[in-house]
């Protein structure tokens, strides 16, 4: 499907679904502003019950299913059904699974619009492979971002690189491909993404 090679967000919907119908103006919103502020996401909808083929590929299997196509990976949308969530999404799945904090004004920034920072230093490695891995399963969820130690907080030690180091808390913790797995999890990352990390 030729498609795919862009950035789609599509809502599959049932023309008898009163759901799908509660959300066609919003739909219709989303739309709308994701193509008059330049986004890379195209919006579309298709008919579930006309299209069961495309509908059975991408497993929909409840209406209005949410879904945004980046490449060949397809991911699942389950926030709130308004605009400014939906939007967000689309903008946050389709931009870089990893995005740089080239500054500490940047980085103080980032810090104050997020519950739980994800921030990779150093350069190429394994354990960087298995931090993008991670990213690109869990950007549903959250942002990455990367860093060099000089943009980090001052209060910030690390005792070698490459290392991620989770903000979370007023607190941050330190994860360097050795840590077990009650700190990761007290990080913030979920066992399901501590054992992608560890390549289990």
Same mark, same amino acid.
């Given at each position: 499907?030729?498609?795919?090679?862009?950035?789609? /967000?599509?809502?599959?919907?049932?023309?008898?679904?009163?759901?799908?119908?509660?959300?066609?103006?919003?739909?219709?919103? /989303?739309?709308?502003?994701?193509?008059?502020?330049?986004?890379?996401?195209? /919006? %579309?909808?298709?008919?579930?019950?006309?299209?069961?083929?495309?509908?059975?590929?991408?497993?929909?299997?409840? $209406?209005?299913?949410?879904?945004?196509?980046? %490449?060949?990976?397809?991911? =699942? $949308?389950? %926030?709130?059904?308004?605009?400014?969530?939906? @939007?967000?999404?689309?903008?946050?799945?389709?931009?870089?699974?990893?995005?740089?904090?080239?500054?500490?004004?940047?980085?103080?920034? @980032?810090?104050?619009?997020?519950?739980?920072?994800?921030?990779?230093?150093? %350069?190429?490695?394994?354990?960087?492979?298995?931090?993008?891995?991670?990213?690109?399963?869990?950007?549903? =969820?959250?942002?990455?971002?990367?860093?060099?130690?000089? /943009? *980090?907080? +001052?209060?910030?030690? *690390?005792? +070698?690189?490459?290392?991620?180091?989770?903000?979370?808390?007023?607190?941050?913790?330190?994860?360097?491909?050795?840590?077990?797995?009650?700190?990761?999890?007290?990080?913030? *990352?979920?066992?399901?993404?501590?054992?992608?990390?560890?390549?289990?």
């Amino acid at each position: 499907m030729r498609l795919l090679t862009l950035n789609f /967000v599509f809502q599959f919907y049932a023309p008898w679904c009163g759901y799908c119908k509660k959300l066609e103006p919003v739909w219709r919103e /989303v739309g709308a502003e994701l193509r008059s502020s330049g986004s890379p996401v195209r /919006v %579309g909808m298709i008919d579930a019950t006309a299209h069961t083929g495309v509908a059975a590929e991408f497993a929909v299997r409840g $209406y209005p299913t949410i879904k945004l196509f980046k %490449g060949d990976l397809s991911y =699942n $949308y389950k %926030g709130p059904r308004t605009k400014d969530a939906i @939007i967000e999404f689309a903008n946050r799945v389709a931009g870089p699974v990893v995005r740089p904090l080239p500054s500490k004004q940047m980085f103080e920034h @980032i810090m104050k619009r997020h519950d739980v920072l994800f921030v990779y230093v150093g %350069g190429d490695s394994t354990l960087k492979d298995k931090y993008i891995e991670v990213a690109s399963e869990q950007i549903i =969820n959250t942002y990455f971002f990367s860093a060099s130690e000089e /943009v *980090l907080p +001052e209060a910030v030690t *690390l005792n +070698e690189v490459p290392a991620v180091v989770v903000f979370k808390d007023g607190a941050y913790f330190v994860y360097d491909g050795e840590s077990s797995k009650p700190i990761a999890v007290t990080c913030g *990352l979920s066992v399901r993404s501590y054992d992608a990390m560890l390549g289990h």
